[in-house]
């Protein structure tokens, strides 16, 4: 009945306090209105207002609803509060819109921003504060009402329990008979459940010992002995301080009212060989009546851990001296932000940035030109790679580097998966290429040249010698014509039919040898005389595309030759493998780079199953000799196309 008493001063104490905190927020709620109201007013009559002071005010005076979660019982309250919450957001999102236009000095639209939201905003405020405060009232009547009710109830149920009170006394002379036989049966389970706890001590893998407030060991399970090399006469002798070299005291004393447990020890302790072992656990105090008595330990046996981890910080620092004197760029980087993380000296003086600036950048910053696509795609692939199990694993990439004063240099990236300080990394190293490719590329130009100086010769031989040696055989053939019988007369035909044949076939063949870019044919040209040379008996449907910004570009004839033998090349494979229709030839120009796609509607192939032959092999040559690329798109059923691109 007491308790219930105190209930209801509670209720009454706590409705006031509830009534006091919403009415509050009712009554700071007009008083942000009015200053609002007062700031804008002021701005109309062309002053400058304090906005500072008024919004500082503005934000005193709004309602703070911070500490209204607690006061709140039941579910409607908490509804009702939840949609006060929502619009004292709202209104101080607006009012923080209003103060933005009131510091731009845009009045107009501070007073269009109150008219139009936060004077709604503020009325509808009021509403709900006082639906809240309606609802608080009607819940706290009610609660007040039902406790005065139970106190009535409790005055009446009083009288039955004294009068049972009696009956209780007589039975508890009876229950304590029961407990004594209690008691007895009690202590023999304490027995048997002190027995099984020892012979688990003895079954655990863990290190378990127990030692009195002066640090005189008590108890030590098999695991304890079998690791120490004690046994239990010894134990009886032996101390905390015996085992542990730095004489840590702090472990076996503890405070008389202090810390019940050291959690996560991880210390070295000494065997009876004098051979250190690190172990790792907790440490629980013991106290009787208040006063210390003894402490207790429960350890793992971390010795073999402990020294990986050391032979893990030797291996990385001997790492740290080998990639510091490095002749060779090399950099770890963050696979998620893809920033720089270990730069090491050689790539400094390389790249020409100072450390500090090279850690701010990350590898987007040095292939500026590239594709961030592609760049993201690879990292990607490196980081998905576990270090443990894919240490092995080396990445290559070639692409393009800009050092800091500017110049472009193609790079040669060699990646792996690295663990640095138990931080995932990728390991790169940098190898400039430019000069060998520079190098490599004057030999391909030097092996084209002589390739195409070899089928102009045959080309030119072919077209100005056996052309003209047919011609001949055509004409002298030609007089013999009146004086051949009519049954002679299809042989003729035949004959000269053939000689007509050989001479354009050759033709042909000289000029697929031995384009002519001069002063009199125009890339497009070329190319529809070399579609045609395939397509005879027009068994394609090609379709040929040029931009008209290529007709006005200027292409040198090394390129445009280039570009006919990729072409040239392309055509073979489509007429030898495809088994296609139409035939789609583009070139263009855009972002300072000449694309040329190459597309078919034949069977198509799998890019993983086909293996670089040597005409695919001659054609990514041709382009990268001018610092382009070569890309191959393709599936069964779906055709195939090829992409060159080369910057101009």
Known sequence: MRKTSFALIETVSKSHLRDSFFTKSYGENISAQN???????????????????????????????????????????????????????????????????????????????????????????????????????????????????KIITLSRVNLWIN?????????????????????????????????????????????????????????????????????????????????????DSKLIRFPAHGEEAISRVQKPFKTKSGKTVSLQGNIVAEYKNGIFSGTMGFFNDVTEKKQLEESLISSELKFRTFFNVAPIPMWAIDPVSYGFVLVNKAALAHYGFSEEDFLKKTVMDLRKEDNYHKIEEDILKVRKDEPSRDFNRIYRYNVNHFKKSGEKIEVELYTSPIVLEGRNCILTIALDVTERNQYENKITKAIIKTQEDERFEIGSELHDNVCQILAAAGIYLSRLKPSLKNSDLDLYIQSYQGIRMATDEI???????????????????????????????????????????VKNYFLSQELQLNLYRILQEQLRNIIKYAKCTKIEIGVCIKKSKLKMHIADNGTGFDLTEVKSGIGLANMKRRAELFGGEMQINSSPGNGSELIITIPV
């Not at 010992?209 to 032996?238: C, M, P, Q, R």
């Not at 697929?512 to 045609?532: H, I, M, S, Y």
């Open 35 to 149: 200053l609002l109201l007062t700031l804008l007013n002021s701005s109309k009559k062309e002053k400058d207002p304090d906005l500072q002071n008024i919004y500082s005010k503005i934000k005193q005076n709004g309602p703070g609803l911070t500490a209204g979660d607690t006061l709140l019982n039941t579910a409607d309250e908490k509804q009702l509060f939840q949609k006060l919450k929502s619009l004292s957001v709202e209104k101080k999102q607006s009012v923080n819109s209003l103060f933005q236009q009131m510091n731009e000095k845009n009045y107009d639209r501070a007073s269009a921003i109150y008219n139009n939201s936060l004077s709604a905003l503020y009325n509808q405020f009021q509403l709900l504060n006082n639906d809240l405060l309606k609802t608080i009232d009607n819940n706290d009547r009610k609660l007040i009402s039902q406790t005065e009710d």
């Open 507 to 549: 033709r042909n063949l000289s000029h697929r040898l031995a384009p002519a870019f001069f002063d009199n044919t125009t890339l497009e040209e070329a190319f529809e005389g070399l579609v045609k040379s395939f397509n005879i008996n027009d068994s394609y449907n090609v379709l040929i595309g040029f931009d008209n910004c």
């Open 163 to 247: 009068a049972i009170l009696v009956l209780v006394m007589v039975s508890l002379g009876i229950i304590l008979i029961k407990i004594g036989k209690i008691n007895r049966k009690t202590n023999f389970e304490l027995k048997e459940s002190e027995r099984k706890y020892r012979a688990l001590t003895e079954q655990t893998n863990e290190i378990i010992a127990k030692w009195d407030e002066n640090g005189t060991f008590v108890f030590a399970n098999e695991i304890f002995k079998k690791t120490f090399g004690y046994d239990d006469n010894e134990l009886t002798s032996l101390s905390f301080s015996d085992i542990t070299p730095d004489q």
